[in-house]
């Protein structure tokens, strides 16, 4: 069983930064892939960014592209997502994913899911 916490959300200003963490608890983690989906107000849920360590791989949605970062810890433990140049449109709730399987990373059929934490950008 894995369990993911994100941390971090909040208010801030466009153009502003902020740093999502993602604490993780199981086994194996380091052979998972680990991602960051987010959902805004009347959207569906849309991938962000995503990171497996036993390829050291990364991946980006075009959205995010050049101003996210995903990083952690390789031991799976702790996955930050850091945002800069942030936008109004960036606006969501930001949730953790973990995954074993080799799977379409973009896609939100991950096993384990976090609850979520609020990113809210003022214009």
């Known amino acids: 069983q894995v369990q993911l916490v994100e941390s971090g959300g909040g208010l801030v200003q466009a153009g502003g930064s902020q740093r999502l963490s993602c604490a993780a608890s199981?086994?194996?983690?380091?052979?998972?892939?680990m991602a960051w989906f987010r959902q805004a107000p009347g959207k569906e849920r849309e991938f962000v960014a995503a990171i497996r360590w036993v390829i050291s791989r990364t991946w980006y949605s075009e959205a995010v592209k050049g101003r996210f970062t995903i990083s952690g810890d390789n031991t799976g433990n702790t996955v930050y997502l850091q945002m800069d140049s942030l936008k109004p449109e960036d606006t969501a709730v930001y949730y953790c994913?973990?995954?074993?399987?080799?799977?379409?990373?973009?896609?939100?059929?991950?096993?384990?899911w976090g609850q979520g934490t609020q990113v809210t950008v003022s214009s």
């Open positions: 199981g086994r194996f983690l380091s052979r998972y892939i």
């Open positions: 994913a973990a995954d074993p399987r080799t799977l379409n990373y973009e896609l939100d059929d991950y096993n384990y």
